[in-house]
C-alpha cells in the first residue's frame, strides 16, 4: 500500500535505509524521569541530532509537538504497564490506531512480552493492531521480548530469534529486540526474521564506548537501526550521543570515529569532509552540517 510506503519514509531514512528512533514512552511505566520530564525540550534536543523518529504515548503528543526544527517522524505507542503494577510484564492496549491517525502519526507501536502467563491477551492484541493497522496503511513497530517466569535469559540467542520471527509472523513491519551480545550471534536473529530488525537500548550503560559498541555490532550484524531510549535522553548530550549514533547507522562509521566526536577533540570537521567526500556513501538528511563544531 502506498501509504503506508510514504509513512515508512518518514521513519527511515531514505539514503540508508534504516533509521535511529528514540523511543520516549516510559513516562507511563516509570513516571517523569530524568531526561523526559520537559517533553518538548526533550524532543528538540534529539531532534537536532539526527533522530529519524520518536516513540511517545498519545497524551504527549500535543505537549512535545515542536512547530519548528528538522522534520522527525511520530509513532505512537498503543500499549503500556506501570512499574507499580503486580504483574508489570503485562501489557494492556491504552490508544487505537485510529486516535494515532487523528493524531497524526507515522506509525504505531506495540510491546508484546512472550513467555509469561499474559502472553495470549498480548498476542491477541498484536493480531488485531496488525489487522486494523494493515486497514489503514499504517506501519506496524512491534517491541518484543522473552520475560517472564519461562525465561532464564531474555537475551538468549534463540529466545530473540524466536521474539522477532514471532513478530514478523503475525504481521508487524518492524520488530525491535535486544541485543545478543555479539555480531555473530545477532545475525542469526536478523537472518531468522523477513521484515527490518532494530535493537533496543536496554538499562542505562556506564559508558558511550559501551553504546556505540552495541550499535556497531548490531548494524554489523543486518540490523535495520536503533530504538534507542534512556541512553540517549539520559546522555549528559543527547544531540551528540544521536548524531554520533547516526553516524554508525546511516554513515558507516567507526566506533572510535564515533567517540572522537562525542570527546570534542576538534575533529567534527573531519567526519563531516569524510562524508561529503562520499566515504559512507550514505547520506543522511539533514545531519551532516549539525556535526560540526
Known amino acids: ?32 524521569i530524568s531526561g523526559i520530564t520537559d517533553m518538548k525540550k526533550a524532543m528538540v534536543q534529539v531532534a537536532d541530532g539526527g533522530a529519524n523518529a520518536v516513540v511517545v504515548h498519545k497524551g504527549v503528543v500535543a505537549r512535545g509537538h515542536r512547530k519548528s526544527g528538522p522534520d522527525m517522524g511520530l509513532i505512537v505507542h ?25 493524531l497524526g502519526a507515522d506509525a504505531v507501536s506495540v510491546h508484546v512480552n512472550i ?13 488485531n493492531v496488525a489487522h486494523t493497522a494493515s486497514k489503514w496503511g499504517m506501519p506496524l513497530l512491534t517491541m518484543i521480548y522473552p520475560r517472564g517466569e519461562r525465561i532464564r535469559d531474555e537475551y538468549d540467542t534463540q529466545a530473540i530469534k524466536h521474539a522477532a520471527r514471532l513478530g514478523a509472523e ?32 536496554g538499562p542505562k550503560m556506564d559508558s558511550d ?5 552495541m550499535v556497531k555490532g548490531a548494524i554489523d550484524a ?35 570515529e564515533a567517540l572522537e566526536y562525542l570527546g570534542g577533540s576538534g575533529e567534527e570537521n573531519r567526519w ?22
Request: a negative charge; proline letters at 4%.
Open 209 to 213: 564506548r559501551a553504546i556505540l559498541e
Open 170 to 201: 503475525l504481521g508487524a513491519d518492524i520488530v525491535k529486540v535486544s541485543y545478543t551480545g555479539d555480531p555473530d550471534s545477532f545475525r542469526q536473529v536478523v537472518e531468522g526474521c523477513s521484515i527490518p530488525v532494530i535493537i533496543a537500548g
Open 115 to 127: 513467555g509469561n502467563g499474559h502472553e495470549k491477551e498480548m498476542l491477541t492484541d498484536l493480531g
Open 222 to 256: 543486518g540490523a535495520s537501526g536503533t530504538s534507542i531510549g534512556r541512553n540517549v535522553f539520559q546522555h549528559h548530550n543527547p544531540t551528540k550521543i544521536v548524531s554520533a549514533l547516526c553516524m554508525i547507522v546511516h554513515g558507516g562509521a567507526t566506533v572510535d
Open 1 to 32: 500500500m502506498i501509504g503506508k510506503e510514504i509513512r515508512l519514509e518518514r521513519v527511515f531514512n531514505r539514503g540508508s535505509g534504516k533509521a535511529v528512533i528514540v523511543p520516549m514512552d516510559h513516562g507511563v511505566s516509570s513516571g517523569p
Open 78 to 102: 498503543l500499549s503500556g504497564s506501570t512499574s507499580l503494577a503486580l504483574e508489570p510484564n503485562a501489557k494492556t492496549l491504552v490508544c487505537t490506531v485510529e486516535e494515532a491517525i487523528q
Open 272 to 293: 563531516t569532509s569524510l562524508r561529503i567526500e562520499g566515504r559512507a556513501g550514505l547520506p543522511w538528511q539533514g545531519t551532516e552540517m549539525r556535526l560540526t563544531a
